[in-house]
């Protein structure tokens, strides 16, 4: 069956070091992906976009890497706060197509310590 | 910009009540979403728009009715609410492009008893 998975439910770091969370798919040739941000009680929110010709992007302290061989993609956090406690989820879009509802893995719930 | 709003914020009903909610975006996007998200199932696709006048089925549509008669605004209604879909309800919307991001409202929260 196609698949979109986060590794853990949960991962807990101290201040100051680099949250490393992990997507696989199967099943799905996606030409990009997405990392949402979620905090409790709203939305989700768009972080970054990844295409499948682009082996790394980066904004401010955040990296994400894309492996189509692998069909995974890494998000890092570098130099954590506890400002980035929360849920990140990633997405893809199964079709490659204009207005095709994504697909979202069930995310995982970041915990950073001061 | 408002972006995507969501009516009401919270809701309890008793099983068999109906009920809609309101999504608005004034985003003039193409593209509209409703999911609903449970602990431990993530987001799963309940009904979506790839236009005004058009509604497409998603993932777990079951007990659930969607309207899209402004492009602006997309309903979701219960007909007949049971305790399974309690749950919380986002709305998004998306532009026309491929690869684009998704904006969500802020959710509704809904208890059936």
Partial sequence: SQK????SEALNIQEGKTATLTCNYTNYSPAYLQWYRQDPGRGPVFLLLIRENEKEKRKERLKVTFDTTLKQSLFHITASQPADSATYLCALDPFNQAGTALIFGKGTTLSVSS | NAGVTQTPKFRVLKTGQSMTLLCAQD?????MYWYRQDPGMGLRL??????EGTTAKGEVPDGYNVSRLKKQ???????????SQTS??????????????????????????
Avoid: D, K, W
Wanted: glycine letters at 12%; hydrophobic letters at 35%; aromatic letters at 14%.
């Fill in chain 2, 88 to 113: 919380v309800y986002f709305c998004a919307s998306t532009s026309g492009r491929a690869g684009r991001e998704q904006f969500f409202g802020p959710g509704t929260r809904l208890t059936v008893l």
């Fill in chain 2, 73 to 83: 605004n997309f309903l979701l209604g219960l007909e007949s609410a049971a305790p």
């Fill in chain 1, 4 to 7: 979109i998975e986060q590794n």
């Fill in chain 2, 27 to 31: 985003m003039n996007h193409e593209y």
């Fill in chain 2, 46 to 51: 309940i009904h979506y728009s790839v236009g």
